[in-house]
């Protein structure tokens, strides 16, 4: 009897988990049998594995194969442990040394001549392998800038099972990542080409500094796309860890690009009207995978005609708003993905949504039924709301308005007094803060927040809705250069959700 060893990784949202894999060769009639629950791709991964051990030039031990991925008790799912299956029976059979592979932990899918290809999840499969203590990870060649992202551990591009086997017997070399990063690359269009609309231009602004949840209301045509698709171009560029994190998602998703892995700036994210409860906050079969909110991590995600969509969608919507992260319970386990972004809604005002609301045409009801679909829990978690209105002539023919550049600007030093007020904590955004340390903390003068205690002696808004307007009030006193908001601040963050709620 003998007796092979290799190392996997198994992921579990953005977490890994390093797997043992067990090869044992013995006596009976050939077989191969596949234990430490498998889903069904793993489990046709004896025939793929076998195929390719067999086309590599490299024989089959024959006998009686069993194949253990331990931990038992965690479920394994997917291709990504193909490489690792194939080195360890050659290890057990005695084909190849030991020594590399004992210290090497293998990614990838195999095809039945041989090849090694890419799977999901590369990045926060080589992360887990750098936290666990692993030296040396050999990832396929395709996903190998990917995987070169992290720091820490010796990453190896491979071909093919050939050439792995080779590495490991001293006889050849892996490709190693060229280590060049992509530069930043802004898209979306400049905050110049929207015509006036000055409110919503000022209301954008704010959101951006202070990381805040924005719903625009107007007519078609009015330009709420247009100054939602702009918001990422307002944004800092995105932090090594953000960048990092914000890419491990992705590569869950299966959405980065082969030559330019890294996403370093703020993503942004639009789906349709029309989408599911998975497609947005993530799940599926087996292992659940990142939804909408969890793909705009550190970014936007834009929901346009945001009253068409379904009210349990948004709903959904609600928990990773107040938490930042989504939690995904399937039968595999929980999947814990973070989803700390910034929520656009845009919606026309009524079903007919005509150019003047003189010209509306639709019944009372219908226009209240309309948005009624944004409950009030989930309105009390926008801060901000602007009634967006139809454009003069004149506005056609004026100045042409600031830039991104000029904008983006102001708003990196409004996010670097934020930064520098909540370094302690950990915060970096307005938004982020909790509401008893605004309270408890940074207690504001009796004179700024009257404003604010009428509100909620009259019962227009909630405890929740007070803090939000408090942390919008941090971000125009940000805005302005000042130190402590004032009550006029304080006023303009009311007048935010009070013009909305109109």
């Not at 001549?113 to 999840?121: I, K, L, N, S």
Request: hydrophobic residues 45%.
């Amino acid at each position: 009897m003998a007796l092979g060893r290799a190392h996997s990784v198994a992921v579990t949202g953005v977490d890994g988990q390093l797997v043992e894999i067990e090869a044992d060769v013995g006596q009976g009639l050939p077989s191969v049998h596949l234990v430490g629950l498998p889903d069904t791709a793993l489990q046709e991964s004896r025939d793929r594995v076998r195929s390719a051990v067999a086309n590599s030039g490299e024989k089959w031990p024959d006998g009686r194969v069993v194949l253990a991925l331990s931990p038992a008790t965690l479920p394994k799912v997917g291709s990504v442990y193909d490489l690792a299956l194939a080195t360890a029976v050659l290890d057990a059979a005695g084909a190849i040394p030991s020594e590399r592979l004992a210290k090497t932990v293998l990614l990838g899918e195999l095809a039945l001549d041989g090849r090694v290809r890419r799977v999901r999840g590369i990045l926060p499969a080589v992360i887990a392998a750098r936290n666990a203590g692993w030296a040396t990870v050999v990832v396929p060649e395709s996903a190998m800038a990917e995987a070169g992202l992290v720091d820490g551990i010796e990453v190896f591009g491979a071909l093919s099972l050939r050439t792995v086997v080779a590495w490991l017997r001293g006889e050849g070399t892996l490709a190693e990542p060229d280590g060049r990063l992509p530069d930043t690359v802004r898209s979306g269009g400049d905050l110049s080409e929207v015509v006036g609309q000055e409110e919503a231009r000022w209301a954008l602004e704010v959101a951006a500094a202070g990381g805040h949840h924005l719903l625009l209301t107007g007519p078609p045509g009015i330009g709420k796309t247009m100054l939602a698709q702009r918001l990422p171009g307002l944004l800092p560029p995105l932090t090594e860890t953000e960048a990092l994190q914000v890419t491990a998602i992705h590569s869950m998703a299966g959405a980065l690009s082969g030559d330019q892995p890294l996403i370093t700036v703020p993503p942004f994210v639009a789906p349709h009207h029309s989408t599911s409860v998975a497609a947005m906050v993530g799940g599926g079969s087996g292992a659940a995978r990142p939804g909408a909110v969890s793909l705009a991590h550190r970014g936007v995600l834009f929901l346009d005609e945001c009253a068409e969509i379904g009210g349990k969608v948004l709903e959904a919507m609600r928990t990773p708003l107040e938490e930042g992260e989504i939690r995904i319970a399937r039968r595999d386990g929980v999947a814990r993905y973070p989803a700390r972004f910034q929520l656009i809604l845009a919606a026309n005002p009524c079903p007919c949504a005509p150019a003047r609301d003189v010209d509306c045409i639709c019944a009372p009801l219908a226009r209240r039924r309309y948005l009624g679909k944004l409950s009030g829990p989930l309105m009390d978690r926008i801060d901000i709301w602007v009634q967006m209105h139809g454009q003069s002539g004149a506005a056609f023919a004026g100045e042409i308005a600031e830039s991104s550049a000029v904008v983006r600007a102001r708003v990196a030093v409004a996010r670097q007094a934020a930064v520098d007020r909540w370094r302690e904590y950990g915060w970096t955004t307005n938004a982020e803060v909790p509401g008893h340390v605004l309270r408890q903390r940074f207690r504001l003068p009796r004179e700024a927040v009257a404003p604010l205690e009428t509100s909620l002696r009259l019962g227009r808004m909630s405890a929740r809705g007070a803090d939000r307007a408090i942390r919008v009030a941090w971000t125009i006193c940000d805005l302005r250069g000042g130190e402590l908001p004032t009550a006029q601040d304080v006023l303009s963050a009311l007048n935010f959700r009070q013009r909305g709620a109109q």
